[in-house]
Every structure is written in C-alpha cells, then in structure tokens.
RNA sequence: GCCCAUGUAGCUCAGUCGGUAGAGCACAUCCUUGGUAAGGAUGAGGUCACCGGUUCAAAUCCGGUCGUGGGCUCCA
C-alpha cells in the first residue's frame, strides 16, 4: 500500500500503481469527470500514470493553471492533427500551451487562409467526438528517430537531436490517427476537448530565430465547456470595443499619420485636455510629496550617451545620432542622464538627501515597424520619470514612499487592483554582490511591509539593478504593466556621482528610477480602454452637454451655459434645428457624461432634465443641483474635490 | 527587421472577368420646431497610399516603397 496526501493534508490509502483516474473517483464522481490529469510530487502525470510510491498529490481540473496548460497542449495535438488531415504534407513543428490557449507551428505545402481554419476546426469537432483516447508510449530515441523520419518530419527530428544526451527514452502520444513526439502529459481522450475555437494566423520562425524558416502558427483557445468558450468570445468582442485606437478616432482624441510618421502621437485638442489634466494631477501630486520638478532638453551631445553607457548597451533601441556644428548629438532615449548632470552641477551634501526629481520628459526610442501598436507601442512617448539620489541608509524607505505614492496614483483613476512583481539579479550583471541583496531586500521589504503580494522574477532585473513592476488591472481584467521601480548600480558609478557624508569624505549615492504611469502616451491608452471611452467627470473634457428640444428655447438653452460655465461647469451647447432622439443619440456616441434635455418645461421652471450617459434619468434639476452634482465628481477617485 | 493580411470619399466599407468609381454615415444648403439613441430633400466631396512595370486600356495584374493590422523578434 501506498499513501497519498492530498491537498488539504489528509492521507489516503491505495494500492501500489493506482492511477490518478482511480484516485479521482475514489474521491468523487464530480473530481473524475472534470480531472485532466494529476500532479505526484511536483510532476504533472497523465491519469493513466501508476503511481508507485507515497507522495503528495493533486488532482488538476481546468481550475488551475497546469490543468489549463494540459488541457491547452491536448487541444493542440486535437488541431494539428486537424490540420495534417486536412492538408496532408503539412509538417509538424512544436505545439505548445500558451497564458490563454495555445498554438501549433506547422510547415504547410501552401499558406494557411481564414477559411482553412473553419475547415480544421470542423475536422478537429469529428475528432472530439470520436472521443478518442491519448496514449503514452515511451520508446527508444532511435525508435523515435525512425518513426520521425520515416515521416519526414524534419522538426521532430531537430527536437530529437536536441534531447539526445538530456534524456534515455522519448515519449509519444497518440491519439485517433495522430501520434506526435510529446513529452506530455495530456487529458484522458478527445472528448473532454469540447469547446475550441481557433484563433489566427501568424508567421514565426522556427525555433525562434530570424533566419531560420518560418512557419505558420494558429493560435487558438479551447475550454471544457460551451459556456466558458462562449465567455472568452465576449470578453474579446468587449475589448475590441474598447479599442483605443477606434476610441481615439470616434471621440477625436488623438491620430497617429502618415503623413507625421509611425509611432509618432498626435495629441487632439480632448485628447490634450485629458492629459493636461493627468499632468496637473501628477504636478500637484510630485510637488505635495517632496519631489521637485525639473526639465531637460531633448537632443544632447552624443558624448552624454557615452559616459551613461547608452551608446553601448542601448544603441539598437536609439534613433542615428545627427551632426550639430561637428558636434554628434543624439535624441534621447532616457531622462536619466540630464538628472544626473543636474545633481552633479553641485557639491551635494548628505543634509540635502534625498534629491527626488520629476520631469514628464519626451524620449524617442527606435522601435522596429512591426512591433508598433497604436498608443501602446509607440515611437516618441513622455514618460512620467523620476530619479531618486539618496543615501543607503534611506533607501528602504524611499522605495517604501515611492510604492504608497504609485499606488495612491493608481487609486486615484480608479485602478485599485495592482499586482507587484519583483525582478532579480540576472545572470549577467555588474555591482557587488552585497550592493544586490541590500537592493533587493529593500525593496521586498517595502513590498512586505504593506502587506502586499508579489511575484518573484528571478533574474528578470537589469543589469545593472534589481526592480519592481507594477501591473495595474483594468475595467475586464486585464493587467497592464505600468510603473516600475528600478535601483541603478551603473550610472553612479559611470558619473562618478558622490555626495560628502558626515565625516567630511567622498559617498556614492544610491540613484532609483522610477515611472509610474509609464508613458503617457500608453497610459491614456490604458485609460480609454479601461473607461471603454466614457472618461470620469474630472477627466472628461465635455462634463454635460446641453440639448434643446426646440429653437424656442435656445435662448434660456444659452443662458443655462453660461450659468453652467459660471459654476465651473465644462459645458457644450447643442441648438442645432434637430430632433432631441438625434441630439441625444450624438450626445451618447461621444460619451459625454451628462445631458441637459431643456424645453419649454425647463425653461419655465428654470431646470434641466437630467439624463447620464447610457440612459439613466436622474429627473430635474436647478442649476445649482447640477453644478453640485458635477462637483462631487470633478476630482480625482478618493480626493477631497476642490470646490471653485 | 521577418511572415501573412491589408490600404478605395472625413468615417465604415462595396467595387465580379482589366474597360477611367459606388453605398451608408458624416459635411454644406434648404425644408421640418420635433421631449430622451438616426425627420426629409438637394448638393459638394476621390491623383483608388506612393513610385515604377505589363497592357490598346490598371483601383483591379506584377515589382518596389510607405502606412496599418495579427503575430514573431527585441525590450535599459
């Protein structure tokens, strides 16, 4: 007998080889219909697997993530073997499971088109009927080779190469007609694959390396039922909605042209005023909270780029350098250097510690065209920078300070879920080693102290220093990685920065960047698709708009803006000779927050009729209601509103 | 940068087999004075992204460039 720990401690008998399809329904007859496969230590098994020894033990079901991945690697075998039948001569390359989904590289006779993939997944629907079980079969490598070969699958044969000397044996699974080299494991048959959809087209390289030759990738996602699916399928209608790129041309707040260049924004005049008002928060903000503000220029010599060691490590990400008077000098790239020069342009003083500089600077970074992507990726950005010049014995707790004030920022446009992810030493890095641990540590230890969850990114910093991230989740859930808390072990030490400490000696200072809206070009992105374009009160650059029903009452229509203006009110009058249903129906696709409905009624009881973007009808209301109304919503989430 | 797709009026998109261009919305003018998501009429608006080639003839076929989209790659 052997004994089995389940997840929540208690033991469990079994015989020596049960499967986890056994455990399961030894459990309950819910577990073994949903379970997909079963984690024996910290492998993930098929069902099928006997298990020999004690051991902890977890049934996996598509509630968690690696009975997703196993459900999403099945789904890709399901699909290639779909897609081999249907074009036969279609090489295979890999199929792995992916953070929604999965997708196969394949090797077609010709390219795949949009109707192939109705055709695959009509194929991959009869497979799933057939309800045809996955089964594992280990074999020689030179077995494996034959089998491979034979087949002329010239990929399989690379991965093959690859194994040799990490691994005895290979596995292979098979199921239906189809066998493929896999290490595994998968579900139990075909038939739990219900629900699939496949998603796109994609070229990628083979191994993922430019030169070698490029495949054709589907993507595609499936689920254990019809409801889940059909969730996914909403979820992408809704974010399709809330594009900012179709958002920004529908409420004309910004274009990216031709004529002006890829990557390059152009802010309109609403989508301006939203980010002057972003910017006035982050002001207000930075000044209340000990920062100073500076400014620094956007071109400098290329020398500038050489000592920070940009020219170096940065170059491919940099736009050519251009001839000033026989002087190179470059765009930025970065804010940080320019700070630098300004701490050093004086004899800085322990006393004076920390020195916390913000600037909103605009840096232009050369992105390849294909990576560029409407406001999110893009070619020139502002980035809501900040360098942090202190002492080591400050440093947790300005890290500490930085990581309350993000996250009271992000509050503040009403993202309350943030997660947090620490990032490393990687391998190559400079610094000493202690300078390391005292960075990182610091910076756990702010994390900590908030009470606050994190993800470890072991060897995911910069060389040059450890960082946290902060991801900020969105109106459907989506995270969006936005600030960042970076410590700098290079730039001190290139520029020889030093402050003079008590005992009258040369110290270097600690330097931390950190960005917390990021860009504000990707931010309002963020923002228009987390809003899905009805900005907050405070932001939105319309706040009501009045609509009369009649010329007749144009007059008071106009009276009533004024007042409005008066009160501080952002207000548009529309006395177009139109229909009301047209008016509002304007009014709607523009998202403004409220309408003011005045005819013949409001004007002789010196009222609006109140109607708020979407439909609701808050009834009547004086002027002063309405201005009093805006007011309780004309700032920030959770700032006390000023009052004008 | 690479692969695939794509670029036609301000916007969304038709345009068949190569025969010199269309709709809806938006815009302008006029009519309509209407109470919570599209009232009506008329009109104007295009170097079919750009450059080159094939052809008697190119929005259409071919090549290149640029832009855009989905991916890949990269990401101090």
Redesign the pocket.
């Known amino acids: 007998m052997i004994k089995l720990t389940l997840p929540d401690g208690s033991v469990r008998e079994y015989a020596a080889g049960v499967t986890g399809a056994d455990v399961a329904a030894s459990i309950g007859a819910r577990l073994a219909k949903d379970a997909l496969a079963i984690k024996v230590g910290d492998r993930v098994r098929d069902l099928s697997w006997p298990i020999t020894a004690d051991a902890p033990i977890q049934i996996l079901t598509f509630d968690s993530p690696e009975g997703r991945e196993v459900f999403w690697h099945s789904s890709a075998h399901l699909m290639a073997q779909a897609v081999t039948e249907v074009l036969p001569g279609t090489k295979l390359a890999i199929g792995p499971p992916i953070e929604e989904g999965f997708y196969y590289d394949f090797d077609p006779p010709r390219?795949f088109t949009t109707d192939d993939l109705e055709k695959f997944e009509k194929r991959m629907g009869e497979i799933v009927a057939e309800d045809a079980p996955f089964v594992r079969k280990e074999c020689s490598l030179a077995e494996a080779r034959k089998t491979f070969g034979d087949r002329q699958e010239k990929y399989k044969l690379e991965i093959l190469e690859k194994i040799e000397g990490e691994e005895q044996q290979a596995s292979m699974y098979s199921h239906s007609r189809f066998q493929d080299l896999c290490r595994g494991p998968h579900v139990p048959s075909t038939g739990r694959l219900k629900s699939f959809k496949l998603l796109?087209?994609?070229?990628?390289?083979w191994r993922?390396a430019?030169g070698n030759p490029?495949l054709?990738?589907i993507y595609g996602v499936s689920f254990p039922d019809k409801k889940r699916l059909e969730e996914f399928v909403q979820r992408r209608e809704e974010a399709k909605k809330r594009d900012h790129?179709h958002l920004g041309?529908q409420l004309k707040l910004f274009s990216?042209q031709?004529g002006s260049?890829?990557?390059l924004v152009l802010w309109h005049p609403k989508g301006a005023f939203i980010r002057r008002k972003i910017e006035e928060f982050w002001y207000k903000r930075h000044q209340e909270s000990g920062y100073e503000l500076v400014y620094s220029p956007h071109i400098a010599r290329l020398k500038l780029w050489d000592v920070s060691g940009h020219t170096g490590?940065?170059a491919?990400?940099m736009f050519p350098p251009f001839d000033v008077e026989n002087n190179p000098h470059q765009l930025k790239p970065?804010n940080?250097p320019f700070h630098i020069l300004i701490y050093q342009s004086d004899l800085q003083s322990y006393r004076d510690l920390p020195k916390r500089w913000a600037e909103m600077g605009t840096v232009y970074r050369f992105?390849?065209?294909?990576?560029?992507?409407?406001l999110f990726r893009v070619r020139g950005f502002t980035q809501d920078d900040a360098h942090i010049f202190c002492r080591r014995d400050q440093v947790e707790e300005e890290i500490g300070t930085v990581l309350d004030f993000c996250l009271s920022i992000y509050g503040a446009f009403g993202f309350n879920d943030v997660s947090i992810s620490l990032s490393t030493r990687p391998a190559k890095a400079i610094g000493e080693e202690a300078d390391w641990q005292m960075a990182e540590e610091a910076l756990r230890n702010a994390i900590v102290r908030r009470g606050k969850t994190y993800k470890v990114d072991e060897g995911g910093g910069?060389?040059?220093g450890p960082k946290i991230d902060l991801h900020v989740k969105d109106a459907i859930g989506r995270p969006w990685q936005c600030g960042?808390i970076?410590f700098d072990f290079n730039l001190p030490e290139r520029f020889d920065l030093t402050y003079v400490g008590t005992d009258g000696k040369k110290h270097r200072p600690v330097m931390v960047?950190r960005?917390l809206l990021g860009s504000l070009e990707r931010f309002f992105g963020i923002l228009i698709e987390h809003h899905a374009g009805v900005f907050p009160v405070w932001l939105a650059p319309e706040q009501a708009i009045i609509l009369s029903?009649?010329?007749?009452v144009n007059d008071y229509a106009a009276q009533l803006q004024r007042e409005l203006e008066t009160a501080g009110v952002r207000v548009r009058l529309d006395d177009r000779?139109?229909?009301?249903?047209?008016k509002?129906?304007e009014a709607?696709?523009l998202k403004i927050p409220y309408?003011l409905?005045?005819?013949?009624?409001?004007s002789q009881s010196h009222s609006v009729?109140v109607?708020a973007h979407?439909?609701q009808?808050l009834g009547t209301k004086s002027v002063a209601e309405f201005a009093e109304l805006i007011h309780s919503q004309d700032g920030p989430a959770g700032d006390s509103v000023t009052q004008p």
């Open positions: 390219p796109s087209i994609a070229g990628a390289y993922d430019e490029q054709q990738r790129r041309k990216i031709e260049g890829a990557g490590f940065y491919e990400n970065m940080c992105e390849r065209g294909g990576v560029l992507h409407g910069a060389f040059y960042t970076q960047h960005a029903v009649t010329e007749k000779p139109e229909k009301i249903g047209m509002i129906r709607e696709t309408m409905v005045v005819g013949d009624r409001e009729a109607r979407g439909g009808d």
